[in-house]
């Protein structure tokens, strides 16, 4: 006769039983994890007739649901990681054009005031964090736009 357990005595059964198979599962191979989570439950009268008599099945299945919780976990660790990169790259791309602008008003406030091409590169250096090299590069840039 097969025995089916009740709603409850599965949810009495699933926690624990995960938590066990989780923590054996860091120091041996799932497989022995999952059997040594099942007579944990079998010595504590959980599921106990159950469990003796569909042991085989619920080995799969315990094995199946923790590869695919980890599948899962591995999954959402990754698409986090994707998600963070995507943020990164936005973040590099907005700095990059509020500099720009930066860089812009800048030139545009110096050449108002009509500094020279030398303090225009003396002002971006000391406002903008540039080179000599590079602030010459943006001068010549900006000039070539007008």
Wanted: with cysteine; proline share 1%.
């Amino acid at each position: 006769m097969l025995l089916i357990p009740k709603r409850k005595e599965k949810q009495e059964f699933r926690k624990p039983n995960a938590d066990k198979v989780r923590s054996y599962a860091k120091k041996m191979e799932l497989e022995l994890a999952v059997e040594l989570a099942i007579e944990d439950c079998i010595a504590e009268n959980v599921l106990r007739d159950f469990l003796v008599s569909q042991r085989a099945e619920v080995t799969m299945v315990s094995i199946f649901e923790y590869d695919e919780e980890r599948e899962l976990r591995l999954i959402r660790e990754d698409e986090r990681e994707i998600g963070r990169e995507i943020g990164r790259q936005e973040m590099q791309e907005e700095n990059r054009k509020v500099q720009a602008e930066h860089i812009k008003s800048v030139i545009s406030l110096c050449r108002e005031f009509g500094c020279n091409d030398e303090q225009i590169v003396e002002k971006l250096m000391e406002q903008c964090h540039l080179s000599k090299e590079e602030a010459k590069t943006v001068i010549k840039a900006f000039i070539g736009c007008q």
